[in-house]
């Protein structure tokens, strides 16, 4: 879990590193499948990998935390972009907030 997390989050990291500057709307590699891979590798694979080596379930429990403090957050960061970047809204409608389906879309 902590590699494949390590992998997925050092990857979305170069990508936003390389995109964003350029005021590009990041669409390829594992932003296809997430609009937010850099928090979703912490959130499903870091931290419960940690918890599971570690044997300490703080880390569950701070996962869990960021997660809910995660669909807040990105609501108001995505209610900012929406009406700037018109290939967004295409964009929010094909990709998971997160890398997965425990809340669904966030709206």
Request: hydrophobic fraction near 55%; glycine fraction near 6%; include cysteine.
């Amino acid at each position: 879990m902590l590699v494949v997390g390590a992998g997925i989050y050092i990857t979305s990291m170069v990508q936003f590193m390389m995109d964003f500057p350029k005021g590009k709307l990041i669409t390829r590699g594992v932003y296809r499948l997430s609009r937010n891979p850099l928090y979703s590798s912490w959130i499903l694979l870091i931290l419960p990998g940690l918890a599971l080596v570690c044997n300490n379930w703080f880390f569950l429990l701070a996962a869990f935390s960021m997660y809910i403090s995660l669909i807040v957050l990105i609501k108001e960061e995505e209610d900012q972009f929406s009406p700037q970047i018109n290939a967004f809204v295409g964009f929010w409608h094909i990709t998971q907030f997160c890398m997965c389906m425990i809340a669904g879309r966030v709206r």
